[in-house]
């Protein structure tokens, strides 16, 4: 069992004293619980592809066999797998604040649902999700089963030649509107800000750091390597978010 990642008194003491956190997450939150982060999310069949060119409207509108496959496979793999430590002790912080009649949202940049399964409530699904479809052509929204696909790509039941996607957001397609307003809202007001398990290169997300420190508030980071927003970070936590998280939140709430 390699050591315990130190905790700096810094981060425990901003969390303790915040009066509205503001939480952004990414893949590597999600590593722990088996899924495999965006960047080297494509194993076996999968390795061939490169996810930004397959995460596109363009490739879905040239390839939507080949695209519905690998969104259903990864909600197949999503249902394999469950929350770790790292969204539990989430939860458990969103409820220590709230409980305190402070602020507490939580953005994140996951599309698998982990955080809801975990008991987080605000939260704010910056991508979007691959737990809901939607018909193309004429917008009517499934729920997906978690059973695969009889067929490819999906068809609509209620128009001729509709095909379903996925409810999340791909590259060069704008986030949703509302995700956006939540997210500068809490930007806004928070005084302390988080980015745990994200490279902090895909935009808007990776500006919301920088954005909330401009204003004062403490920026903090825990993610397995450092990232562009670890040089302006008042205090980084490199080690797994499935062991740094649970201890954080154990001393915040003690
Ligand atoms: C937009 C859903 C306005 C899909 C995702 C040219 C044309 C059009 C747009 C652009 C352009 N150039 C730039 C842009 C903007 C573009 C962008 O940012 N590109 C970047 C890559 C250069 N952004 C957009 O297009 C956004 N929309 O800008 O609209 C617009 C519109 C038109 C034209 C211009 C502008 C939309 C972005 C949303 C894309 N959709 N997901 C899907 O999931 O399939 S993004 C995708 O990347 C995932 O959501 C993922 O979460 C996200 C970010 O990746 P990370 O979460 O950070 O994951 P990653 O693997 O990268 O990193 C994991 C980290 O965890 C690592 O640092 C690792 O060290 C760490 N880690 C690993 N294990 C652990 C850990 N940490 C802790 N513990 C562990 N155990
Ligand atoms: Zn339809």
């Given at each position: 069992m390699g050591s315990l990642p130190a905790i700096p008194d810094s981060m425990v003491e901003s969390l303790r004293s915040s009066e509205h956190l503001c939480v952004l997450t990414g893949a590597g939150v999600s590593a722990e619980s088996g899924l495999r982060t965006?960047?080297?999310?494509?194993?076996?069949?999968?390795?061939?592809?490169d996810p930004m060119s397959l995460a596109t409207p363009e490739a879905f509108e040239r390839d939507p066999d080949l695209v519905t496959r690998w969104y259903d496979f990864r909600v197949g793999e999503g249902g394999k797998h469950t929350p770790n430590p790292g969204h539990h002790a989430l939860a458990r912080l969103e409820e220590w604040m709230t409980a305190r009649d402070r602020g507490f949202t939580l953005l994140t940049q996951?599309?698998?649902g982990f955080h809801q399964d975990a008991g987080s409530r605000e939260v704010v699904e910056l991508h979007g999700t691959i737990r809901t479809w939607r018909c193309?052509?004429?917008?009517?929204g499934y729920t997906h089963s978690g059973r695969p696909f009889d067929a490819y790509p999906p068809r609509c039941e209620r128009c001729p030649d509709g095909v379903l996607r996925p409810n999340v957001v791909w590259f060069g397609e704008m986030l949703p509107e509302e995700a956006i307003e939540r997210a500068h809202d809490a930007i806004a007001s928070c005084d302390v800000f988080i980015s745990i398990g994200?490279?902090?290169?895909?935009q808007p997300a990776s500006s919301f750091g920088e954005a909330a420190g401009a204003r004062g508030a403490k920026v903090f980071e825990i993610n397995l390597e450092p990232t562009p927003l670890t040089a302006r970070a008042d205090a980084s936590i490199h080690a797994p978010s499935g062991l740094a998280l649970p201890l954080l939140v154990d001393r915040v709430t003690a």
């Open positions: 965006f960047r080297d999310a494509l194993t076996g069949m999968w390795a061939k592809y996951n599309v698998d193309a052509r004429c917008s009517t994200t490279s902090g290169v895909v």
